[in-house]
Nanobody, 125 residues
Framework: QVQLVEFGGGLVQAGGSLRLSCAAS????????MGWFRQAPGKEREFVAT????????FYGASVKGRFTISRDNAKNTVYLQMNNLKPEDTAVYYC??????????????????WGQGTRVTVSS
C-alpha cells in the first residue's frame, strides 16, 4: 500500500484560504487516483474531490465545488487541496486517500484503499 501523510491544516477565519498537501510514498504515485474526504464532528465522512492519475479528470463534491481546487504534482508525489472562501461548515478533519484501480472513477469512501491520518481544519466565524 502507498503511505499518505497530510499537511497544512489549521485555524482560519471564515472567508480565508488554506492549502492542504498530501505526500505519498512507497509505491508509484502515478498508479493512483487520489481523493480528499472530510469528516466533521458527529457526521459521516464526506467526499470532497478526486483527481485521476494524470490529472486530466477532476470531480468535486457539491458543497465545495467552485471554492476548492484539487491538483497533483506527480514529480513530487503530492496531491493538494486549495480551499478558498472557507466557511465554518468546512470545519472537519480532512483525509487524503488513494485508489489503485483502473477504469473506475473513485468517488465513495469504499473506493479508496489507502488513507492518511488526517489533518484538522477549523474555520472560525
Amino acid at each position: 500500500q502507498v503511505q499518505l501523510v497530510e499537511f497544512g491544516g489549521g485555524l482560519v477565519q471564515a472567508g480565508g484560504s488554506l492549502r492542504l498537501s498530501c505526500a505519498a510514498s512507497g509505491r508509484t504515485f502515478t498508479n493512483y487516483n487520489m481523493g480528499w474526504f472530510r469528516q466533521a464532528p458527529g457526521k459521516e465522512r464526506e467526499f470532497v474531490a478526486t483527481i485521476m492519475r494524470r490529472g486530466g479528470s477532476i470531480f468535486y463534491g457539491a458543497s465545495v465545488k467552485g471554492r476548492f481546487t484539487i491538483s497533483r504534482d506527480n514529480a513530487k508525489n503530492t496531491v493538494y487541496l486549495q480551499m478558498n472562501n472557507l466557511k465554518p461548515e468546512d470545519t472537519a478533519v480532512y483525509y487524503c486517500a488513494a485508489d489503485e484501480r483502473s477504469g473506475v472513477v473513485p468517488l465513495r469512501e469504499a473506493d479508496f484503499g489507502s488513507w492518511g491520518q488526517g489533518t484538522r481544519v477549523t474555520v472560525s466565524s
